[in-house]
């Protein structure tokens, strides 16, 4: 029903991840809007953000929002979309190169410490940018050499960096959430002056008039 008529190609695609149509600035602004916006705990939302960057380490191609928040639920925290999706931006077409390579470089090493031969295909960052969009299809139609090792290493390396994804996170949003609450106070407060201020001049307005 909200699907856009015409869908986009690949290269619109990829545009609109490299260079966002409403710039990035304003996309920043507004998904600070939306996290801030969240009723659920910091800790929850600084988690399911976590989770996504983390799983962005995996060849799990269209499932890392709902892997991120399966985490979520697993731990006891409470499953967010938005702040899942926020945090699988992380993984993005400039950094896939860097971190496919290093869950599949470590997938190997891993394999080859128990004696299964490692893979010969090297998923380098070259070869990743080159694969472009056929990069889901050579990484399935290698799947024992490419996928397997670097399903390996990809979740070892999300497992490693989730604490740290979260301690920033959390650190982000309590900063964020503590400004806004002295934003609204500032506001609150001038408003309560203004409305006094007005009050005593109509006081004073009356007063004068007697």
Known sequence: MF?????????QNLRQVLWPKMGWWRMAKYYRYRILRL???AESIAFNMAAGSAMSFTPFFGIHIFGAMGLAWLI???MNLIAATVGTFFGNPWTFPFTLYASHYLGVKIL????VEGSRIGLTPDVVEQQG???LSFVWDNFTSVFVPTAIGGTLLALLTLPFFYMIYLYMIKSAQRARKLRLRRQQRALFNKKARAKRAAVTQGTDNT
């Open 3 to 11: 699907r856009r008529r015409k869908p986009l190609t690949f290269s």
């Open 39 to 41: 009723s659920s705990s």
């Open 76 to 78: 006891g925290l409470r």
């Open 112 to 115: 080859d410490g128990f004696g």
């Open 133 to 135: 969009d056929n990069l």
